[in-house]
């Protein structure tokens, strides 16, 4: 987990071409650690302000759309 908690693991109901991060709390620091640690660019970062779809009463404060580009790499051993 890499000091990260994992709350909920699920499947999306779209498909997702890249793996992009949504940011439900307004932590910049957290989000940056974790797209650094993952290899996702800024571009795929949301903000939840930004984000399409937005929960009512998100339960976490990042979220982790797995894409199409995601590498194997990204696991931890």
């Known amino acids: 987990n890499r000091g990260y908690t994992i709350t909920t693991a699920s499947t999306a109901f779209d498909v997702y071409d890249v793996t992009t991060i949504i ?15 993952l290899g996702i660019k800024a571009k795929n970062i949301i903000l939840a302000s930004r984000a399409p779809e937005q929960p009512t009463d998100p339960t976490s404060d990042l979220v982790v759309l797995i894409g199409r580009d995601y590498q194997e790499a990204w696991r931890e051993p």
């Open 23 to 37: 940011d439900y709390g307004d932590n910049k620091q957290a989000r940056e650690q974790l797209a650094a640690l």
